[in-house]
């Protein structure tokens, strides 16, 4: 059944009161900044900003009294869905909500958002023009059942591992290369060209950038995916992607950001996707260490903070994950920070939240403890008919719902997807992975490289002669496989021999081999510390007598675990890092990188300290 007149008068009502509120005021990503009345004051943005703010509010209202209790309480929800079209039947629909395609489940359970994934067991893209056409699929299907409201689509599209969406879409240096860049202009530009791209598309929510401070060496989740281990140089890159996200154009061109995983995910030794971690800095070490990034992601007015499926004592002793801490999120983040946007949860699939409580009971323990957004329960049915049965009990009032639903359909609204809920499917090729993006985003990447060590003066390269590339890589990688020996040997015109991620006895045999023939051996670690084998490569190239350069290119701790005289760290593997690599190590451009992180040696002791950084 299609919208009524009513509605699409409704809509166009309201799009056209705010496009016009939107166009004179210059606020919230309104408009680039260059287009703003340069006489325009603090307060009077300020003032403009709050109309724009009011008008919002009253819409949402507006929207709210049409809604039934059932309709806001899907609100509340993302889902991830199977497939690569709304239409596609796909038996894992099937099997987790009851219904063969994504579009009757946004149609059955009336949800407010879903989550865009790449990866073996949710497989939702193909190319960019495949996913404007799901993106309007599923937003058809929202406008035409149940509320009539527009969908948030979503997205985690960080850069370097947590690449969601490739080529032919620009590709992305991971967080920590940019801090190693220290550009607070580099990083707003690679966050415009990102979210422009992902509006293209119809996606409206980015779950970036990453606010963690990446203290903990040890950390397995968060590691490159944190800008740094110092509190200003992250708070500054994350300001400034925030800047890029939601302030480089139009509402209707810009994303919201996601500030994650507050209160910080840094300092964690262990994964929250398959355990709880328990973080036990003291409060005042909390306050100076991990604290910074997230209050500036609030002075830079992000549109949402997700959750981190953690323990901190210090912070609360009850035990309960960060996601469902009300001294955490309610008494901290809503309370003393002031923080009045959307609090999205972290998956509520992962181990680390459903520890301690069944699922049914999760999101209203979400909800007291502040937070509006949930992400990926594990059985939505079960969740939802958990927020039901607290309300209809008295123990969660429906003003608390409403109060959520509120910011949601706030969001919604600043973002310009009221106004504009479908992708020009016939517009994204003109958009996404244009020639200017991909130089920008090189360009900006040339700037990342690190060299640590160069003492046996063989960089930059002046006579290699035959060069093999070697070492790390990952076909299976979740999303897109991890090829940086294939890359770089290209980009270097070199022989290539990947070796996997544990190169056993023959696989290694066979790199010696290959480096007998050659002149230079270029080799790419990943996670020295932890793997034995790969260490083995090494030694067992250097054992040769040819010329070795040592190359980290995921976190930037293997030269900790290897004595190689030639060291350089690159924080990711993506191709456009790689080329990035192969113009340092070729002399075509110098390194500038300086490290973001202290790398410590075996022992603890710190080898190369935070600004450590070679050029020629």
Do not use: C
């Not at 080529?167 to 290369?177: H, V």
């Not at 909800?367 to 008919?385: F, T």
């Not at 429906?398 to 109060?403: G, K, P, Y």
């Not at 990447?445 to 006579?463: F, G, H, I, Q, Y």
């Amino acid at each position: 059944m299609g919208r009524t007149s009513k509605q699409r008068r409704r809509n166009h009502a309201l799009a056209a009161s705010l496009a016009a509120l939107l166009a004179t005021t210059g606020v919230a990503g309104a408009v680039p900044a260059s287009a703003m009345n340069p006489a325009d004051t603090p307060v009077k943005r300020q003032q403009a900003a709050q109309r724009q703010d009011d008008a919002e509010t009253a819409e949402a209202k507006q929207s709210l009294a049409r809604m039934t209790l059932e309709q806001k309480v899907g609100q509340l929800f993302v889902a991830d869905v199977f497939g690569k079209s709304a239409t596609e039947v796909h038996p894992s629909n099937q099997k987790k909500y009851g219904v063969g395609t994504a579009a009757e489940v946004v149609q059955k359970f009336g949800v407010g958002g879903v989550i865009y994934f790449n990866n073996p067991g949710t497989d939702n893209i193909d190319d960019p023009v495949q996913l404007a056409k799901f993106s309007n699929g599923l937003q058809k299907a929202a406008l035409n059942s149940g509320a009539k409201l527009p969908l948030i689509l979503s997205i985690d599209q960080e850069g370097g591992r947590v690449t969601r969406l490739g080529k032919p879409a620009t590709e992305y240096p991971s967080s920590m290369a940019v801090g190693a860049g220290r550009s607070t202009e580099d990083a707003k530009r690679l966050a415009t060209i990102n979210g422009h791209e992902l509006r293209a598309v119809g996606i409206a929510q980015n779950f970036a950038p990453d606010a963690d401070i990446n203290s903990n060496h040890l950390n397995p989740v968060i590691g490159s995916r944190s800008f740094s281990s110092d509190p200003a140089l992250a708070s500054s890159l994350v300001t400034a992607e925030i800047d890029g996200y939601q302030r480089s154009g139009r509402a209707t061109e810009t994303v919201s950001s996601a500030a994650k995983h507050f209160p910080g995910h840094g300092d964690a030794a262990e994964d929250s996707h398959t355990g709880l971690p328990e973080i036990d800095r003291t409060e005042q070490e909390w306050r100076e260490i991990d604290l910074p990034p997230f209050k500036a992601a609030i002075e830079a007015g992000a549109d949402s903070i997700m959750t981190a499926h953690i323990t901190v004592p210090s912070l609360d002793p009850s035990g309960n994950p960060a996601t469902l801490s009300k001294p955490i999120m309610g008494d901290l983040l809503r309370g003393e920070l002031g923080y009045r946007g959307v609090v999205v949860t972290d998956s509520l699939q992962m181990a680390g939240v459903r520890k301690l409580h069944p699922d049914h009971e999760i999101p209203v323990l979400a909800l007291e403890a502040g937070v509006d957004q949930m992400l990926m329960p594990p059985n939505l049915d079960v969740a939802i008919n958990g927020v039901l049965d607290a309300v209809k009990s008295g123990r969660i009032t429906e003003e608390r719902i409403n109060e959520s639903v509120i910011r949601i359909l706030k969001l919604k609204l600043k973002r310009g997807i009221f106004a504009q809920p479908m992708a020009d499917v016939n517009a994204v090729k003109k958009k996404v992975g244009t020639p200017a993006h991909l130089a920008d985003v090189q360009a900006l990447t040339d700037r990342t490289t690190t060299v640590l060590r160069n003492d046996a003066n063989l960089l930059p390269l002046k006579d290699p002669g035959k060069v093999l590339v070697t070492g790390y890589n990952r076909p299976d990688y979740p999303g897109y496989p991890a090829e940086p020996v294939a890359a770089l040997a290209k980009a270097l015109g070199a022989t290539g021999l990947s070796t996997g991620t544990s190169p056993n006895a023959d696989t290694v045999a066979k790199a010696v081999e290959a480096a007998k023939g050659a002149d230079t051996v270029i080799v790419l670690t990943n996670g020295l510390r932890t793997s034995a084998n790969q260490v083995n490569l090494v030694k067992s190239l250097q054992a040769t007598g040819k010329p070795v350069i040592a190359v980290g290119v995921q976190e930037p701790y293997d030269p900790g675990y290897a004595d190689v005289p030639t060291w350089a760290v690159t924080y990711d593997w993506r191709e456009v890092t790689m080329n990035s690599l192969a113009k340092v190590l070729k002399g075509e451009i110098s390194p500038q990188g300086k490290l973001p992180v202290n790398i410590p040696a075996a022992d603890g002791q710190v080898l190369f300290p935070f600004g450590h950084g070679l050029s020629w």
